[in-house]
């Protein structure tokens, strides 16, 4: 029976899993959105972060081939939809922007897709990550139960 992931770390532990598969083994694999941010709900999507490795064949990006493998590698597990994110494309989409916008003087969204997801996602098997803090912490707000009743005794 299928079932929905219910959290960050079943969703950090299924990118892990499929990050191991050989048919991936060009690409670093990520979490991004609600997963990541704590922000889920029972039917979210999963939000699968693709980047090309160093020296990797470029043909790979955006492949349909990858793109059905994880599709199918998921849904034999689970419920949620799944969004396939080529951080690459995003990055070359963003670079054309980045030229054309002051040509025709517009100025540029600092708030992008790719700025977005790049300073965003969780990376799995990646050395440089593991070392650093969790990245993920910057971005969850958390609430603190004895700052909020602290502030409403301030207020009285």
């Known amino acids: 029976m299928l079932k929905f992931l219910q959290n960050r ?18 690409f670093k694999l990520g979490l991004a959105g609600s997963f990541v941010q704590g922000l889920n709900k ?16 470029s043909d790979m990006i955006g492949s349909f081939y990858i793109n059905g493998f994880i599709r199918k590698y998921l849904s034999d597990f689970y419920s949620n939809k799944v969004h396939i994110i080529w951080l690459d494309l995003l990055e070359t989409d963003e670079e054309s922007l980045l030229e ?3 040509k025709v003087g517009v ?8 700025t977005n997801i790049a ?6 098997n ?4 593991d070392s650093e803090s969790d ?17 409403e005794e301030d207020d009285e």
């Not at 039917?43 to 064949?57: C, M, Q, T």
């Not at 100025?107 to 790719?114: L, R």
């Not at 300073?119 to 799995?124: D, E, M, N, Q, R």
């Not at 990646?126 to 990550?129: I, L, P």
């Open 9 to 26: 770390d079943e969703a950090i532990d299924l990118v892990h899993s499929l990050s191991e598969c050989p048919e991936l083994s060009d």
């Open 42 to 57: 029972k039917a979210s999507p999963i939000d699968i972060v693709l980047k090309l490795k160093e020296d990797k064949n």
């Open 100 to 102: 054309y916008m002051p």
């Open 107 to 114: 100025e540029m969204n600092p708030e992008s897709a790719y």
């Open 119 to 124: 300073s965003t996602v969780k990376w799995v």
């Open 126 to 129: 990646d050395e440089e990550d």
């Open 135 to 151: 990245r993920i912490a910057n971005v969850v707000t958390t609430w603190d139960e004895d700052e909020d009743s602290n502030a």
